[in-house]
């Protein structure tokens, strides 16, 4: 059968959609990792990576956990198809299924807390249990600290849902930016204090200022108590959310299997790991996250409508998006990666030492970077045709494939073996999930695109590590000044001979997303008082 390739002014008005959405969610994830990377500069300045940094880590986990568990793992599988298909239609129906979900929410959250509160020290221990005595004391009382914040966790995932649905992207965009910004607060204002407890005091301060940035955008809705079980919305956001749960219970045994391992390889181990996950977390979620969560609504909808056309030409052009922006982003990082933690964090009680410890943890947690960055997409792509139990399966085969690499290297290795098997991880659920769709991407031309995107990517790697080589010559190699120069040399560099590059190789996509962006500074420039 002949290829039927779809209609140029079809494609363009699909890139342009999901461009425009994910250059909102986009712009919203810049702020938010820009007041991230502050964050994270303010807790290496106040504590480097001390034990007691590792304990509020660990601490720190436990709100995030009953969130992906609860409210986030059902976020994009359940919440947002489901409550898209009313807000196309029935929106008068939306506001009462999103009464009930705010209701079940409050009452539930707060019994699971109160329970918690009174079990903190067996969660510590089984997050922490390789922790020295009094450092495990202290993860169970930050750990109480935090729990609070669950509740307002909760809520606000609802809240991202009916936005999203309602295709209102802006508040749920900068919303991860106030949350930075209270933790920020609270470490500047509380630490002489409060010491690292008020790290936990920002994670409670963050969530409130987050829900409160929210609320505004729902300010239109007719909500009310409501605990009608057998609401029919919430019957099918269970039925979605029920096959994943499996999933999401195995994810989060890993993750508390792998904070555990973590606490064993040393004090500071998990304070190195999440430096370094911080830094990978910025292109993930600045390129993979806005285009993924742009394009649910429309691949949610192009299902609805039966519409297979649609749904495979939004579902190629969002991973060659992906690729195009992710794989540069990937191999730069990973050039840089040593000046890049130095200029960041290390200053204050962040010494040379766990420069060092970062970048190397940075460097293999970026071998996943890209595979996780089009894995997202894919997960999503599985929840807008409302099938939740195939990336639940997927989802618990990776586990595996961690606890087995992981366990294999730990001892030789240590926190890099951990930091290994979580790459591994990472590669092996995108592969899976690529196979899985294979159908639905024979069309997509991905596999031109990354190795396009690789070819350009590689020669740009080539230019930073040359161009940092001879900053380093010239202005040395350390110090804040040599690391400013290597990292802004490099960025300027890298950009520079990866745009020439992907245009002379002619990506569609690179292109596009060019064209939208000169759009978008035009139209700004044009906008009085500017």
């Known amino acids: 059968m002949a290829e039927i390739t779809p209609p140029a002014d079809s494609t363009q008005k699909t890139v342009t959609s999901i461009a425009g959405a994910a250059g909102i969610i986009g712009a919203g994830n810049i702020v938010s990792r820009l007041l991230g990377l502050v964050r994270e500069l303010v807790i290496a300045d106040y504590f480097g990576a001390s034990p007691y940094l590792s304990a509020f880590r660990v601490a720190s986990q436990v709100p995030t956990m009953i969130f992906d568990l609860l409210i986030g793992g059902m976020l994009s599988s359940a919440l947002i198809p489901v409550l898209s298909d009313y807000a196309e239609t029935r929106k008068k129906e939306l506001w009462e299924l999103a009464s009930v979900l705010f209701s079940l929410a409050a ?101 409130l200022l987050q829900f409160a940035l929210l609320a505004p955008g729902l300010r239109d809705g007719r909500f009310r108590f409501s605990l009608d079980l057998r609401h029919p919305g919430l019957r099918r956001i269970l039925k979605l959310y029920l096959p994943i749960v499996l999933g999401l219970v195995v994810s989060q045994i890993g993750i508390a299997i792998d904070r555990n391992l973590a606490s064993r390889t040393g004090g500071e181990s998990i304070a190195w790991m999440q430096y370094a996950t911080n830094l990978v977390q910025f292109p993930l979620g600045l390129v993979a996250a806005a285009i993924s969560l742009a394009s649910l609504p429309s691949l949610a909808r192009s299902d609805y409508a039966g519409d ?3 749904y495979e030409r939004t579902l190629g052009i969002s991973l060659r998006m992906v690729l195009v922006l992710l794989v540069p982003a990937t191999l730069g990082l990973f050039v840089l990666a040593r000046p890049v933690v130095a200029l960041i964090f290390q200053h204050g009680e962040f010494g040379p030492h766990d420069t060092v410890q970062v970048a190397n943890a940075l460097r293999f947690y970026l071998i996943g970077l890209t595979f996780a960055g089009i894995d997202q997409l894919l997960i999503f792509a599985f929840y807008a045709r409302k099938n ?31 930091v290994i098997a979580n790459s591994c991880q990472l590669t092996g659920h995108a592969l899976i999930m690529l196979f899985l769709l294979r159908k639905s991407l024979r069309q997509s031309r991905i596999g031109a695109t990354a ?4 070819v350009a990517a590689g020669g740009m790697a080539l230019a930073v590590h040359w161009s940092a080589g001879q900053v380093a010559a010239r202005v040395g190699a ?53």
């Not at 991860?176 to 407890?197: H, P, Q, R, S, T």
């Not at 190795?451 to 690789?454: A, D, E, G, V, W």
């Not at 590059?501 to 906008?527: D, F, G, H, P, Q």
Request: hydrophobic share 60%; no cysteine; aromatic share 8%.
């Open 107 to 207: 009452v539930l959250l707060t019994a699971l807390i109160l329970l918690l509160e009174l079990g903190a020290p067996v969660v510590a221990w089984l997050l922490g249990g390789g922790f020295e005595p009094e450092v495990l004391a202290m993860t169970t009382r930050l750990i109480r600290i935090v729990l609070p914040a669950v509740l307002v966790f909760g809520v606000s995932g609802i809240a991202i849902g009916v936005l999203y649905s309602l295709q209102r992207f802006a508040y749920p965009a900068f919303g991860a930016a106030v949350y930075n910004l209270g933790l920020i607060l609270a470490a500047m204002f509380f630490a002489a204090w409060l010491d690292v407890y008020a790290l936990a005091v920002g994670i409670v301060l963050g969530a």
């Open 308 to 310: 297979d056309a649609a």
């Open 388 to 418: 939740t139990l195939t990336p639940a399966l997927v989802g618990v085969a990776a586990v595996g494939i961690y606890l087995v690499v992981a366990l294999a290297l730990i001892r030789p290795l240590g926190m890099l073996g951990l």
């Open 451 to 454: 190795l396009k995107s690789l």
């Open 478 to 530: 350390e110090g804040s000044i040599p690391w400013l120069v290597q990292v802004g040399v490099g960025a300027v560099v890298g950009v520079g001979v990866y745009a020439a590059l992907i245009s002379a190789l002619r990506v569609e996509e690179w292109a596009t997303l060019s064209r939208a962006v000169a759009r978008r500074l035009r139209l700004t420039r044009r906008k009085p008082g500017l």
